[in-house]
């Protein structure tokens, strides 16, 4: 019913930035609370950062100063802006929604398949 499909992933060198995406698309009454969450190899998956429906947010002590979230409600979007990237960055990314789908009164957590960022020289 809900898809959640993230872009914009790649290498990147140490200081460098990457914009990622998450567009969720399908039978959606509202999205509450998004997010951006990371799994680097042989570790468990983290929060990274999330965004209320009225914008309020949170980030990770790893990632403050360097990262930014922000939603587009109106396209169901959210993005994470990268920069100052290290290599303790490199993960895979993943974004997730708590939405609630047309016909139902709660939310539901969904989440996208993931997108890798590489961070090295």
């Known amino acids: 019913q809900v898809q959640l499909v993230e872009s914009g992933g790649g290498l990147v060198q140490p200081g460098g930035s990457l914009r990622l995406s998450c567009a969720a698309s399908?039978?959606?009454?509202?999205?509450?609370?998004m997010g951006w969450y990371r799994q680097a190899p042989g570790k468990e998956r983290e929060l990274v950062a999330t965004?209320?429906?009225?914008?309020?947010?949170n980030y990770a002590d790893s990632v403050k100063g360097r990262f930014t979230i922000s939603r587009d409600n109106a396209k169901n979007t959210v993005y994470l802006q990268m920069n100052s990237l290290k290599p303790e960055d490199t993960a895979v990314y993943y974004c997730?929604?708590?939405?609630?789908?047309?016909?139902?009164?709660?939310?539901?957590?969904?989440w996208g398949k993931g997108t890798l960022v590489t961070v090295s020289s």
């Open positions: 965004a209320s429906i009225g914008s309020s947010t």
């Open positions: 399908g039978s959606i009454l509202r999205l509450n609370v």
């Open positions: 997730n929604a708590d939405v609630v789908v047309h016909g139902l009164y709660y939310a539901t957590r969904y």
